[in-house]
């Protein structure tokens, strides 16, 4: 099993802006969903979401598949969120016992992505949501994480879903029009970079060429509160079509019917 320390944001560590503008950006996303809803946030990472979606659902458990990510909600939680440890692919809840399962820049790290399909149907109530947020591979200038190994992008992951009993929308996130100036000129240097293999894979060398993109960095928060969140709705893309217009795309899929 891989240690997914490496590439996961602990509570302060330095990071873009725009990387804590799309952690409220999916949280904001999916915070309607949850609203006096049973819910699950699988690989929840170091839970910076957690507490805001504790704060509106009817109960709320977060999970992941490594402890030493965990003792960082852990510690900063204490009693106020039930956080425990287990695989998303075969999530130990009963049947129909959840009306969301949220999992955000996540899903490209499971071995087997259509075993957690096949969990979450199981333990949605007909009518659930299943949120994901992903990296859009489907850019040009997509750079897969070293740890990834499957990446689903806006038709496939319709595709996917549907044949596992969802109705999916999908909605497109950060679009690349709206990106500095600095980061749009220096995109085809990225393409032929990651074409190359030249771009840095440990966490450390991707903060100094970020740092070198996107200007001084921020820290990434431990918790993200109500007063922070301004979230601009995402828009509509295509189910049958590749995206190339977004960096990140959400996917809303509805359970259709019940499982057996």
């Not at 071995?111 to 949501?129: A, N, Y």
Request: glycine share 6%.
């Amino acid at each position: 099993m891989h240690d997914f320390i490496s590439v996961t944001e602990m509570a302060g560590d330095h990071v873009s802006t725009e990387q804590v503008d799309r952690l409220y950006q999916r949280y904001g996303w999916a915070m309607p969903y949850c609203r006096d809803r049973d819910v699950l946030e699988v690989a929840c990472g170091t839970g910076a979401g957690l507490g805001f979606l504790k704060s509106h659902a009817r109960s709320l458990i977060g999970a992941d598949l490594c402890d030493n990510v965990l003792s960082t909600p852990r510690l900063h939680y204490g009693d106020r969120i039930d956080i425990r440890t287990f695989d998303a692919q075969d999530i130990p809840l009963p049947a129909s016992s959840l009306d969301v399962v949220i999992l955000f820049e996540a899903l490209y790290y499971l071995p087997e992505p259509l075993r957690f399909f096949q969990s979450c149907q199981r333990v949605l109530r007909p009518g659930g949501h299943l949120l994901i947020a992903t990296a859009n591979k489907d850019l040009s200038d997509f750079n897969p994480s070293p740890l990834s190994t499957t990446y689903f992008g806006s038709v496939e992951l319709a595709q996917t879903l549907n044949q596992h009993g969802f109705e999916v929308s999908l909605y497109g996130n950060t679009p690349y029009e709206n990106t500095g100036l600095r980061q749009r000129t220096l995109r085809p240097l990225k393409q032929a970079a990651v074409s190359l293999g030249l771009l840095p894979k440990s966490k450390a060398g991707k903060m100094l060429l970020k740092r070198f993109v996107f200007g001084k960095p921020t820290h990434f928060p431990w918790e993200i509160k109500q007063s922070s969140i301004q979230h601009a709705a995402p828009e509509p893309i295509s189910n049958t079509e590749p995206d190339q217009s977004f960096k990140v795309i959400f996917c809303e899929a509805t359970l259709k019917h019940a499982t057996q």
